[in-house]
């Protein structure tokens, strides 16, 4: 009778592991030893910050604006990663009159006559409430967040006071947005 190769390696492993169990009484166990693989990973405490500008259109000083304000509402977009706490705050502006962080009393420049200035404020509660600051004690309570690894926002609300005599023209300042954690 002819039996097939791979036939004829399963009579000669079986014959071993019978002869094993003849010499020692026991199957023949391969030996085994244990250690612990550790992983791990630090998670970074990072933040993003994007914003959405404070556009206030169009002064009408000697319409609207005469007797009302301008106001118009901008954001502030935080992204931290979970469980990392934070605050935001605004810088002064390029053209702040004070430069205080505490107390900005931010202006707008004339984009092509240098030296004229619209004033203008930037809250956290209403436009005309509380002026949002550059320090942990001027930012708004509200501001202070934890990271849930989403965005977070916070709206900016801005206002240009009424009757300003500014010349006509545009205006911009760049304030910086900063999440502190």
């Known amino acids: ?101 505490a107390d900005p009393q931010r202006q707008m420049e004339h984009t092509t006559l240098a030296g004229n200035f619209m004033p203008y404020s930037l809250s956290y509660v209403a436009p005309g409430g509380t002026e949002w600051g550059d320090t942990a004690a001027t930012s708004p309570a509200g501001s202070v967040g934890a990271g849930v690894g989403a965005t977070q926002n916070w709206p900016v609300f801005g206002r240009i006071a009424p009757a300003i005599a500014a010349q006509a023209g545009q205006y911009s300042d760049s304030v910086l947005a900063t999440a502190e954690f």
Do not use: H, I, W
């Open 1 to 101: 009778m002819k039996f097939s190769r791979s036939f004829r390696k399963l009579l000669a492993a079986a014959a071993l592991v019978g002869m094993a169990t003849t010499f020692t009484g026991q199957p023949a166990e391969a030996a085994t030893v244990d250690a612990p693989l550790t992983v791990q990973v630090d998670v970074a405490a990072a933040c993003t910050v994007t914003t959405a500008a404070v556009n206030f259109g169009t002064y009408d000083a000697l319409g609207a604006q005469a007797t009302t304000p301008l106001d118009a509402t901008g954001n502030v977009a935080v992204e931290c990663a979970t469980g990392v706490a934070y605050f935001v705050r605004l810088g002064v502006g390029n053209d702040s009159l004070t430069g205080d962080p």
